[in-house]
C-alpha cells in the first residue's frame, strides 16, 4: 500500500529547463522557465507571484521539435505557489489539454517572444499525446 505522503501521478514528469512565457488576464506576459513538465501540467521557478487559481496560457519555445524555432501553447490553472529560499516560487499548473502547435507550416521559425504575440491568433494542432513521444522529441532540447 503506498504511503500516505507519496502522491501518485497521472502522467510522467521530465526534468526540461525551458523558456516558458506565461500570459494571464489582461494580456499580462511574464517569462518564467519549467523545472518539469507531464503531459498534464507543468512546474515553473518564477521571479513573479502567479496567484492561485489564476487561469494562464503557457507557451514554450523549443529548439528542435522537428523544426527549429517551434512554439507550443497550452491553457491551465494555477493550482499551487511556494516560495523557495532563493525568493522565487514554485508554480504548479494543470493543463487543460495537451500542447499545441501552430497549424500553419509556412510560418517561418522566429523569436520566442515574437511568436508568442501572434500565436492565439492561429490555428492550432495537439501535439505529443503520447508519454514516449514527448521524452523523445524534448530528448534533443536537453
Known amino acids: 500500500m ?15 529547463h525551458l523558456p516558458v512565457l506565461i500570459r494571464m488576464a489582461q494580456r499580462k506576459e511574464m517569462h518564467t522557465r519549467s523545472e518539469n513538465i507531464s503531459l498534464g501540467g507543468i512546474l515553473l521557478s ?49 493543463l487543460d489539454e495537451a500542447f499545441t502547435t501552430p497549424l500553419s507550416e509556412s510560418q517561418p521559425p522566429s523569436d520566442f517572444r515574437k511568436q508568442s504575440t501572434i500565436l492565439t491568433a492561429l490555428k492550432k494542432k495537439p501535439i505529443l499525446n503520447d508519454g514516449m513521444q514527448l521524452a523523445l522529441a524534448w530528448e534533443t532540447e536537453t
Open 2 to 16: 503506498p504511503s500516505p505522503q507519496r502522491q501518485e501521478r497521472r502522467d510522467l514528469r521530465y526534468p526540461l
Open 46 to 94: 518564477s521571479s513573479f507571484l502567479i496567484p492561485e487559481g489564476s487561469a494562464v496560457e503557457v507557451s514554450i519555445g523549443v529548439q528542435h521539435l522537428p523544426d527549429p524555432g517551434i512554439l507550443m501553447s497550452a491553457r491551465g490553472k494555477v493550482l499551487r505557489v511556494l516560495p523557495k529560499e532563493t525568493g522565487d516560487f514554485s508554480v504548479a499548473i494543470k
